[in-house]
């Protein structure tokens, strides 16, 4: 997919599906959540607010899985963090078309990494046994509603924990899972391409907003290409 050929809007939507379309960053630096493991719908919230704010200690400590799971994890943060980095970067400048960029980064994190807290607080926590799910609260109107996925979680000695194979690859044989992991490499990618474009932004290598976005389209369609 050629990201220059895509308008500006649909680009940043374009995003916000990759990401949701499969039904070690710990040095990130966000900021730190609080961790509350003590019921399903508090370990839920924990988990999804820690990705929402790049806390990839406490997004790790709130949810299970094999070391390849656990990339999922940090592909997540890299994508959101790498938004918001460029996003950020851009608040320097006052170039013509920037209020638009900002306007489509807002509406994409918001689906991404905001909406998802705030369904899932409004959501329903169902119990049997050892394992838990939390259906987060369905919206009809809007594109995002669809995106926001059931989130699983198992109990252990620590308190509830989200399980990361079941939310993300939810009926995945095993013998498939690899294929999940190198999908979610390509959101790692994709996450160091908005980081390394918002580094440039902040050194002053572009001087106009189709600058910018040119840049980062070259970066993302590479990202794509090598995926």
Not at 143 to 148: H, S
Not at 169 to 192: K, M, W
């Amino acid at each position: 997919m050629d990201f220059n050929c895509i308008p500006r809007r649909s680009f940043w939507l374009v995003s916000v599906v990759l990401l949701w379309s499969v039904g070690g960053c710990a040095g990130l630096g966000g900021q730190r959540v609080h961790a509350d493991l003590s019921t399903p719908k508090s370990a839920a919230l924990a988990y999804l607010t820690a990705l929402q704010h790049a806390d990839a200690k406490t997004a790790h400590a709130t949810s299970a899985g094999s070391p390849d799971e656990r990339q999922w994890v940090d592909a997540l943060i890299a994508m959101i963090d790498g938004m918001r980095q460029f996003n950020d970067s851009l608040y320097s400048y006052s170039w013509p078309g920037v209020y638009q960029v900002h306007v489509d980064l807002h509406d994409a994190l918001n689906a991404l990494a905001d909406e998802p807290v705030d369904l899932t607080q409004q959501g329903t926590a169902r119990i049997q046994g050892e394992e838990a799910m939390v259906e987060p609260l369905r919206k009809d109107k809007g594109f995002t509603a669809k995106f926001q996925q059931t989130i699983w979680l198992l109990h252990d000695p620590k308190g509830w924990k989200v399980n990361l194979r079941k939310t993300y690859a939810t009926n995945i044989p095993l013998d498939r899972i690899a294929e999940v992991t190198a999908h979610f490499r390509g959101y790692q990618r994709g996450g160091d391409a908005f980081r390394a474009a918002a580094r440039d932004v902040r050194a002053g290598r572009f001087h106009s907003t189709m600058e910018a976005e040119r840049a980062l389209g070259e970066r993302m369609k590479k990202t794509r290409e090598g995926s």
